[in-house]
């Protein structure tokens, strides 16, 4: 299905203004429900009073990148965490503190996909890391009774597995040739500036995700 595209102003972003004929989705913080301050206050809670020094939504050191990219071990991750961390802590409260970000995938939305995948060709592009990964799938197949969250979409790629993560312009590029896709002819939603940026930069129609915003409105505004 062909769709119309009607800009939404972002002040510094020129956008493309041609016929959308498929989507990529970001995941956490579009799709899934995310809190990054939970993360934060967990860590605090375990003693890691300087956490926010290493990680923020918007920022973060190379040891996440890396983890997000598959390039270090969950254990090694784990160890890295240790550093900001006063006292021994097990790998199963690390891991919960990491995971206190992730929130609930609405039910309505996961419908609503099967119906936008009718109509569309829709893709998934996500930073994400292996401990993650095992934790919303287990959420999903407990919440939903989805065992593959990939079958929602034509094709999903986690960053963890392709070794590619956004913003790089690789990351996109990956996406658009495994999938034979026109750069212009193709629209990323994210809720991250700097995603969008690169997007736009590998050629695609982007759009950020305000906070004030759901995914199925903006859907909505460039099809007929």
């Known amino acids: 299905?062909?769709?119309?595209?009607?800009?939404?102003?972002?002040?510094?972003?020129?956008?493309?203004?041609a016929m959308v004929k498929q989507i990529i989705f970001d995941l956490g913080g579009v799709l899934i429900n995310l809190d990054f301050k939970a993360t934060s206050d967990a860590f605090?809670?375990?003693?890691?009073g300087n956490f926010d020094a290493a990680y923020t939504q918007l920022k973060q050191s190379d040891v996440f990148d890396r983890l997000d990219r598959g390039e270090i071990s969950d254990e090694d991750f784990r160890n890295y965490l240790r550093e900001f961390i006063p006292q021994p802590v097990s790998d199963a409260s690390l891991d919960a503190a990491w995971n206190g970000m992730i929130l609930d995938f609405p039910?309505?939305?996961?419908?609503?996909?099967?119906?936008?995948?009718?109509?569309?060709?829709?893709?998934?592009?996500?930073?994400?890391n292996h401990i993650h990964v095992r934790y919303f799938s287990?959420?999903?197949?407990e919440a939903h009774g989805i065992n593959?969250?990939?079958t929602y979409f034509n094709r999903a790629y986690y960053s963890c597995e392709i070794g590619l993560r956004k913003p790089d312009v690789a990351a996109f590029e990956f996406v658009l040739r495994e999938n034979n896709l026109v750069p212009h002819e193709t629209l990323f939603i994210d809720d991250t500036h700097h995603h969008v940026a690169g997007a736009?930069?590998?050629?695609?129609?982007?759009?950020?995700l305000e906070k004030n915003q759901r995914v199925e409105d903006i859907v909505q505004q460039i099809m007929y």
């Open 1 to 17: 299905m062909r769709c119309k595209w009607n800009a939404l102003a972002i002040p510094g972003y020129v956008y493309f203004r």
């Open 44 to 48: 605090k809670r375990l003693g890691a």
């Open 107 to 128: 039910s309505e939305r996961l419908q609503w996909l099967l119906e936008l995948k009718q109509r569309m060709p829709i893709y998934l592009l996500s930073n994400t």
């Open 138 to 141: 287990a959420y999903l197949k």
């Open 148 to 150: 593959d969250l990939k």
């Open 200 to 208: 736009l930069q590998a050629g695609l129609q982007a759009t950020l």
